[in-house]
């Protein structure tokens, strides 16, 4: 399956770098180009890409700026954000702008492409460098005081025991088929273990359900 990508970087040569990664990819396709923020608003519109891989820092508009305006546009696509260090506001307001991924630009080749295989089918995630640095750092999206997972289950006693096993799958990054992979359950299935846990949790997708559980101690 052909994976449509739109690129929104400002430096010249990080885009040639980044576009020369795909070349042994020929399933990834980068299929347009953005310098900034507006521009990727714009293209994203037009061209309608699978996935756009979304720097933050742009000259314009920010890249949290413009996954909010393209999401509001097509809430279907799916963002990647590519950043170069970690920020503990940058996180919190890329997941609640909508992305479904938070990535540190010194991530392997192979692990960026399956990252953006995972997002293509559902799944969230978050770089595994970010969450120890959150943890340290107490910003809001992880509470100073862990709460137990006895606890988190106490708090949503609504939570089936299945529920609770999809929702650490989910904030573990697993899309629908994965979950069904790993628990020997069809995706239809998944897919309605997941249904579920959003609206008893009383959010609005997936990756507020695991950003949830992440703030509760789940993790």
Request: charged share 25%; glycine share 4%.
């Amino acid at each position: 399956m052909q994976i449509k990508i739109l690129l929104v970087e400002d430096q010249k040569l990080m885009r040639i770098g980044i576009k020369s990664l795909f070349c042994d990819y020929p399933e990834l396709e980068i299929i347009g180009e953005a310098i900034n923020g507006k521009e990727a608003v714009e293209k994203a519109r037009l061209i309608k890409p699978d996935i756009v891989l979304m720097d933050i820092g742009l000259p314009d508009i920010s890249g949290i700026e413009a996954t909010k305006q393209i999401l509001e546009h097509n809430n279907n696509l799916k963002v990647i954000m590519l950043t170069s260090h970690i920020s503990e506001n940058e996180l919190n307001n890329s997941l609640s702008a909508g992305a479904s991924a938070y990535v540190i630009k010194d991530i392997s080749t192979d692990f960026l492409m399956s990252v953006i295989r995972m997002v293509k089918e559902g799944a969230m995630w978050i770089d595994p460098h970010v969450v120890p640095f959150i943890r340290d750092k107490n910003c809001g999206i992880i509470p100073s005081r862990q709460v137990s997972r006895s606890t988190f289950k106490e708090n949503h006693s609504n939570l089936t025991q299945r529920e609770y096993e999809v929702l650490k799958l989910v904030v573990d990054g697993q899309s629908n088929s994965q979950i069904a992979k790993t628990l020997t359950i069809s995706e239809h299935t998944a897919k309605a273990h997941v249904c579920n846990i959003i609206q008893k949790l009383v959010v609005d997708d997936r990756t507020q359900a695991a950003v949830k559980a992440l703030k509760e101690g789940l993790v």
